[in-house]
């Protein structure tokens, strides 16, 4: 759903530019983007305005708490597992229509099509104008800054603002307009944003430099607006000014006049308001992540069949991004606990340059030989399982050695400042770390790895029996670990989701499913393939 802007002063055929919404819940309807798109009709231009996934009349999850942001990451969990994005999905829009706006006669065939957005348009803006080479001027508003600080600052925010791998591939935000350093760029910035403006300063000139090395110096430029985060005036004023400079070889100044928008019933394209509801051969971005999960199943069938074990643990492995190389580890004594029958030491592992891992561990009285070991690893926190007569002194009772672990992100080590609380309370965490390249799932399970290690180490323990228990988030990891480490003997799942493809992908309003996505992953497994793979050394409970 779009609406075109047409000018009605001059001749045409005109230039076309293509306005990418932010996360307004009303899409193209809202205030800022019908200004911006009638201001460029006014300067000379064909402008398309065009609804984002899950805004306007593009809903996709009416049941989502809310609109937009939120559901970018809900629709990013399927899209992200079949190896897509939410990214992905807003690039391919845009590229439609570009499509369109090309077909269009009152545009100029023979010039390159503008693009332009604020906030989640600026976002789409920037990875569309690095994408399609039928890009040319392009003005991000309220979005570029160097990745680091908006991490360290609002965080990785919703699922269209970022690319699994980013990291490691040594892409920042303003690396996608040295991509194209042959096509201008105006980068907008605000004074008064909640995107760092001193952090979106210092990139602009470090990209300005590297666009002068390039001998392109001409083809950069940074506005800065004394505004809040949106698509106010001045920045509308200025991208207009920009596509004038570069479409119609005009730099005089741009000035907005008196607008007055049009209310959003007048603008929709649809009868009811919503394609959902107008079109029932309509489809949604979920129900395409399921298709595409779905039809994955003959490779995933293929991955199975025509590699050695051995091959398969390497390529799971892969996936996930865990290491086969154990870092080195300490350990940290902070006190102890005596119970009648046995005793909990209170322990940190320590591993260079990574997360600390809590433990308690619980030893038995009177232990005259070694013992089985059983290690215990709950989503909630190991406190949960911890009081006296708990499961882990059921546990210890029955003559094994306990060990209690919060796995990164649980326990004394979880995010206490989560985006979107009541959906997912991991999502900066598995964010970040999927943007690194390294997803959370298997960075726990080297978590679990230094565990194991630890208790192999201990002249206590029999090493030929060691049993896992791995309940609610952590089931999909201790899954993993018991398929990639033969020392874990059994695995207890316990309120553990059974399939990324029924779990996760055909169910994303479920909450907090983040931490469970491994981009790519469907194309090769799912995690019904792995318990399958380990038959009677993994059990299945229900606390219910």
């Known amino acids: 759903t779009a609406n075109l802007y047409i000018p009605t002063l001059g001749k045409p055929p005109y230039p076309g530019v293509l306005v990418a919404c932010g996360h307004s819940e009303n899409g193209k309807a809202y205030s800022e983007y019908q200004a911006t798109a009638a201001l460029f009709a006014k300067n000379g231009f064909v402008a398309l305005c065009y609804d984002p996934i899950s805004q306007g009349e593009r809903i996709q999850l009416p049941a989502a708490p809310r609109y937009g942001t939120l559901t970018h990451t809900l629709l990013d969990l399927g899209a992200l597992l079949v190896g897509r994005s939410t ?43 690095a994408a399609d080479p039928r890009i040319g001027p392009a003005a991000p508003s309220c979005y570029m800054m160097t990745r680091l600080r908006k991490f360290e600052t609002i965080g990785p925010a919703d699922g269209c603002q970022w690319l699994p791998g980013e990291g490691p591939a040594r892409i920042d935000h303003f690396d996608y307009a040295v991509m194209r350093a042959d096509q201008p760029t105006l980068v907008l910035g605000a004074t008064d944003d909640f995107f760092d403006i001193i952090s979106t300063r ?34 509308r004023e200025a ?22 928008p049009l209310e959003d019933k007048v603008i929709e394209v649809t009868r009811t308001g919503q394609i959902l509801k107008d079109f029932p051969q309509e489809t949604t971005v979920a129900a395409m992540n399921l298709h595409e999960a779905r039809r994955l199943a003959a490779e995933r069938k293929q991955f199975w069949k025509s590699r050695s074990a051995a091959e398969r643990r390497d390529a799971v492995r892969k996936t ?22 046995y005793v909990i030491k209170k322990l940190a592992l320590l591993r260079k340059d990574d997360v600390p891992l809590p433990v308690l561990l619980l030893l038995p009285e009177n232990r005259s030989e070694k013992l089985p070991a059983l290690l215990y690893a709950d989503s909630r926190g190991k406190a949960a399982a911890a009081a006296p007569g708990g499961e882990l002194e059921t546990l210890v009772r029955s003559g094994r050695i306990v060990m209690a672990v919060d796995l990164r992100g649980y326990g004394e080590t979880r995010d206490r400042g989560a985006y979107e609380k009541n959906m997912n309370d991991e999502e900066r965490t598995a964010m970040i770390a999927m943007h690194l390249g390294r997803p959370l799932l298997g960075e726990r399970v080297e978590d679990i790895v230094t565990c194991l290690d630890y208790l192999e180490s201990r002249s206590d323990v029999d090493p030929s029996e060691i049993e896992l228990i791995a309940i609610g988030r952590v089931g999909p990891v201790g899954l993993h670990a018991a398929y990639l480490d033969d020392r874990i003997k059994r695995v207890v799942l316990r309120d553990a989701i059974r399939s990324w493809i029924a779990d996760v992908v055909a169910q994303p309003l479920q909450p907090h499913l983040l931490a469970h996505v491994v981009p790519g992953a469907l ?22």
């Open 87 to 129: 990214v992905w999905y807003e690039l391919v829009d845009g590229m439609r229509s570009l499509d369109y706006l090309r077909t269009r006669p009152e545009v100029d065939p023979s010039k390159p099509i503008g693009l332009t957005g604020t906030s989640g348009g600026g976002t789409q803006t920037t990875f569309f104008m």
């Open 202 to 235: 210092a990139a602009a000139d470090e990209t300005y430099r590297v666009f002068s090395a390039l001998g392109k110096e001409a083809n950069f430029d940074f506005f800065e607006a004394e505004s809040p985060h949106g698509f106010n005036r001045p920045h």
């Open 239 to 260: 991208a207009t000014q920009f596509m004038r400079k570069w479409l119609l070889n005009d730099s005089q100044n741009v000035e907005e006049g008196s607008f007055e």
């Open 320 to 341: 996930i991004a865990a290491r086969k190389t154990r870092d080195p580890y300490k350990v940290e004594a902070h006190g102890s606990i005596e119970r009648d029958g």
């Open 523 to 544: 194309r090769q497994y799912d995690l019904t393939d792995l318990e399958k793979a380990l038959g009677e050394r993994v059990e299945r409970q229900s606390s219910e």
